[in-house]
């Protein structure tokens, strides 16, 4: 059995909000986009999966997604989560009445493809299945096969509301980066552990680096970058970071703005992810 998976994502500025104390509003945005392109590349290497489906209103995550081979479908609704899956699940049913469909949380960041094959290949063996988040709580997929409705209740304990609707659910030893959706900056911590794709290693290195030098007279100095490159920040962008004090060594993260030799940092903190 082959299987279209639908992905939801909010547009890139309202999405993953419990991050910006991490992250900051402007890469929160950026790292939303990261997650969501991970987790679609991984999806379309997988031998059991026949197309990805994203449903959003983001014209940029449109853009990119499109990019890596998936069909973007327009949020019409705009009602939430469910509704933009119910919608997603219309779709292709619309075209392909006998479509097995499952949906997938975009936030899943260290998605592998064998793990993912795994938790397909079980899911096949139920009308309706889901797979629990890594807190047990929440769910990352929910399938349901030819013949049967999504019937999708994500959001907040959606683990007890799944298996409430009939859903099988489907228990299985090293599947962790299929459970691992990204919320917190712990979460992020988790899924860097794990190992993140492509997309939000490169992001989050343009996002952290080592504190290299530190004027406590100025409160001025540089940071290291993680491929080596120094850039200095003034006043103002350790002001911003609300810091007191800062020691060469110090993880620290950073936004950077300019391009070349214009390139500066505008904000530096301590690390928290």
Avoid: C
Avoid at 2 to 30: E, M, N, Q, Y
Avoid at 61 to 67: D, F, I, Q, Y
């Amino acid at each position: 059995m082959t299987w279209t998976l639908v992905v939801p994502l909010k547009p890139l500025a309202r999405a993953k909000t419990r991050l910006s104390d991490a992250a900051g509003d402007g890469p929160r945005a950026s790292l939303a986009l990261a997650f969501a392109q991970d987790t679609v590349g991984a999806a379309l290497a997988s031998r059991w999966v026949r197309e990805v489906t994203v449903v959003t209103d983001d014209p940029l995550a449109g853009r990119e997604l499109s990019a890596l081979g998936a069909r973007i479908l327009p949020d019409s609704p705009g009602l939430g989560l469910n509704a933009a899956l119910a919608h997603g699940a219309g779709a292709v049913r619309g075209e392909r009445p006998e479509a097995a469909v499952a949906a997938l949380n975009a936030d899943l960041p260290a998605l592998r493809t064998a793990e993912l094959d795994l938790v397909l290949e079980a899911a096949a063996g139920f009308s309706r299945a889901f797979l629990a988040d890594a807190a047990g709580v929440g769910t990352t997929l929910l399938s349901a096969a030819p013949g049967a409705g999504l019937a999708p209740a994500f959001g907040g304990p959606s683990r007890d509301r799944h298996r409430a609707s009939g859903a099988r659910e489907i228990e299985l030893a090293g599947v962790d980066s299929v459970r691992r959706d990204v919320d917190t900056a712990g979460d992020l911590r988790a899924a860097v552990a794990l190992g993140v794709g492509a997309h939000t290693r490169a992001r989050l290195a343009d996002m952290q680096g080592t504190a290299y030098t530190y004027d406590p007279e100025t409160r001025a100095g540089s940071v290291l970058l993680d491929d080596g490159t120094p850039l200095p920040f003034d006043t103002a962008a350790f002001d911003a970071g609300g810091l007191r004090m800062l020691r060469p060594g110090q993880r620290v993260r950073i936004e950077v703005e300019g391009e070349g030799e214009q390139r500066r940092i505008v904000f530096v903190t301590l690390q928290t992810f």
